[in-house]
């Protein structure tokens, strides 16, 4: 009986085994099944990034922004407190990088995959269907045209090169200042700097051009130019207004592109001629070189200008990618927009700075002095013997970046994971590079324009101008899109300075013409209301420094003139330079 009432344990127990395991194999499956079905969550849950409120339907948040474009981005994104902010312009999804972390992830991690730009209707007409590089999505052409840029076209060689040719076109804006100063007028700074920027550039394009076609007609086309290229095109962002030209924007630049395009192939053509004809001998660049030691003179020989290097580009049969003649008007459209209007605005930045520091001004006047003396007109081979004047510039492109926001567009088809946050495919990505210059997390008394900083020894001494290792401070961008410019800018910027400071001294008047002594530096009329205390400017009385980046490809396009210049004031001591410049700027 026992036996038999003690028989069934091992039969229950089997029983039991087999069920936990059938249980368990059921378990095992149906976690595997769900796992197959939905792929594990990320280690870390990223989320979107937080946007401002106040989005409205078709606009988004367009109605939010004021020009210029960087302050409105950086008080937003500072209420909300976000280095990484998403906002909605229109139809297009875009992310704004308002802190040096951000900005230094999306670069190091994502580099290429937010190398595009945006080509919208204008940038497209005047790129001639993206045939340049600075309006060309990120790809094997733009790669091969940005090659050439970086390694022949603006290389630090051909800058060295077209020295003289910069050289030559600061006569007239020098000429003018000094014009104006004899009959007591004041001078419109912002105009001459743009007209002197425009001319040297186009002069380095063709250093040979006629008048009729690298002199003020230029200036005027090229002018109208950058000014339609850093237009807001509503169209661009609102789909329901796609084709209506509502701001009139691609009538006026069909009519620019006519006038532009015809230039060019003015340019062009003269250039064909002179290598037809044998005429304007090119020194090449080793001969230049070895020539500059032994016979000065033969300096004066035309050098291979940007033209002459982009046409040999064009007849080189074995070159990886044949340039055609689109190619060539759409790469000096690129050079000539990009690089004018910059650097114009940055010589009037930092000459606005010195004015309103006249601390700052004497020791960059006492380098000069000491350095060059007064038997010359200051120039750009004196720089690395003006480590101040250097300074100064790094100092103001800190505070006012000739470009405050660096646009591109992310062609990735996935995520990017930035920090906490998570991007989304084909996102528009603004770097507000004016923002990160300012980033009180990096910088000590972020308002205070301080040189030393950048003097060795200073705190920000081995910050890297490009970006490298270090996007605390990044002026010129960074990454495969970087500015290709940035080694000229380092040359022509600082020296035009040094030669308007050595020759000049500077009063502010207002427009009654009563001497201010100040230059205002709040760069717009419409100031953001509740700008963070670390970002305000403190507007003070005097001419007005005005420059109005407009949305939304951060080249900024001035508004009016920062600076009413009286007579130069006391030459006493500086009569020598005065004749100099005569002298020297007499065509
Ligand atoms: C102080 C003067 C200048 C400043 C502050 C400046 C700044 C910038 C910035 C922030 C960008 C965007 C970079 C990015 O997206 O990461 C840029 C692009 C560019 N810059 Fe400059 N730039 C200056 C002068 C020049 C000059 C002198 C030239 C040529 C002569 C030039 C040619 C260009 C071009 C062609 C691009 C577009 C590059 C591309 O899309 O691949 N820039 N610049």
Partial sequence: MAMEQQQPLPTFLALTGVVTLLLLALINHLVVSSRRRSPSPPPLRRRLPPSPPGGLPVIGHLHLLRPPAHRTFHDLASRLGAPLMLIRLGSTRCVVASSADVAGELI???????????????????????????????????????????????????????????????????????????????????????????????????????????????????????????????????????????????????????????????????????????????????????????????????????????????????????????????????????????????????????????????????????????????????????????????????????????????????????????????????????????DPAYWEDPLAFSPERFMPGGAAAGVEPRGGQNFQFMPFGGGRRGCPGVGLAQQSVPAVVAALVQCFDWVVVDGDGGETGLVDMDESEVAPASAPSHCSSEPVPGGRLGRVGRMPTGLPVPNFSPFRRSGCMDFAGRAGLRSYALIETTP
């Fill in 108 to 438: 190091r991690h994502h580099d290429a995959a937010i190398s595009g730009r945006p080509v919208t209707a204008v940038p497209r007409l005047f790129s001639y269907g993206s045939a340049g590089f600075a309006f060309t999505p990120y790809g094997a052409r733009w790669r091969f045209l940005r090659r050439l840029c970086v390694s022949e076209v603006l290389c630090p060689r051909t800058v060295e090169l077209l020295r003289p040719v910069r050289r030559a076109a600061m006569a007239p804006l020098l000429n003018a200042v000094l014009a104006a100063s004899e009959r007591g007028e004041t001078v419109n700074l912002t105009r001459e700097l743009i007209r002197f920027s425009i001319a040297s550039i186009v002069r380095m394009v063709a250093t040979d051009a006629p008048a009729s076609v690298a002199g003020e007609a230029a200036e005027a086309v090229v002018k109208a130019v950058t000014e339609l290229l850093g237009a807001f095109n509503v169209e661009d962002y609102v789909p329901l207004c796609r084709g209506l030209d509502l701001q009139g924007l691609r009538r006026k630049a069909a009519g620019v592109h006519r006038r532009f395009d015809a230039l060019l192939e003015q340019m062009i053509r003269h250039k064909e001629e002179a290598r037809e004809g044998g005429c304007g001998a090119i020194v090449e660049h080793e001969q230049v070189q070895d020539d500059k030691k032994q016979t000065p003179a033969a300096t004066r020989k035309r050098s291979k200008d940007l033209l002459d290097i982009l046409m040999e580009k064009a007849e080189d049969d074995a070159a990886e990618v044949k340039l055609t003649r689109e190619n060539i008007k759409a790469f000096i459209t690129d050079v000539v927009t990009a690089g004018s209007d910059s650097s114009a605005a940055t010589v009037e930045w930092m000459l606005a700075e010195l004015i309103n520091h006249p601390e700052a001004m004497d020791k960059v006047r006492e380098e000069i002095d000491t350095v060059v003396g007064d038997d010359r007109i200051v120039g750009e081979a004196d720089l690395p013997r003006l480590p101040y004047l250097q300074a100064t510039f790094k100092e103001t492109l800190r505070l006012h970046p000739g470009a405050p926001v660096a646009h591109r567009v992310s062609s990735s088809t996935s995520e990017m994971a930035v920090g906490e946050f998570t991007v989304p495919p084909e996102t528009a990505v603004f770097i507000n590079v004016w923002a990160i210059g300012r």
